[in-house]
């Protein structure tokens, strides 16, 4: 190649994370239910946030959640740790117009309410990956 040549570089694809299969944390943070409680834990997760906030909640399974509060961006992924206060993230659930976290204590144990999340905040959504739960 000579100098002073121009060559046209190939723009950077974007990284895709490997799927994630649903799965729900036990109450420790040490692993997980197993699959049928798994699914009874998530749905009982599901009907109370649909009790809490009054609408239907989508099919969708949520598993990572970025949105921002005020002006800090923040992280919910279930199984893990919130970013806001260390609390253990035990189901996402989406709603048409917002989502509502489910932590250890607020929201899944019911000594404080679950986290809720508008559509306007949210940075970038990540779900449990379908085929690979069934």
């Known amino acids: ?14 990284r895709h994370d490997a799927p994630i299969e649903f799965f729900f944390p036990n109450a420790e943070g ?3 239910a197993k699959p049928d409680q ?12 649909e009790r809490d906030t009054g609408q ?10 970025s949105y921002s509060h005020d002006g800090a961006d923040v992280t ?10 260390g609390e253990l993230v035990m189901a996402i659930i989406a709603f048409p117009e917002m ?6 204590f607020r ?10 999340v508008g559509r306007h905040d949210v940075i970038r959504v990540e779900d449990f990956d379908e085929l690979a739960s069934l």
């Open 38 to 49: 798994a699914e009874v834990l998530w749905q009982a997760c599901r009907k109370s946030s």
């Open 1 to 14: 190649m000579s100098c002073g040549a121009v060559t046209a570089l190939r723009p950077v694809q974007p």
């Open 76 to 85: 919910a992924t279930v199984g893990r740790p919130w970013t806001a206060n």
């Open 99 to 104: 989502y509502s976290i489910r932590c250890l």
């Open 107 to 116: 929201g899944f144990l019911k000594s404080g309410d679950p986290i809720a």
């Open 30 to 32: 040490t692993g997980v």
């Open 56 to 65: 239907e909640a989508l099919a969708r399974r949520v598993y990572r959640l």
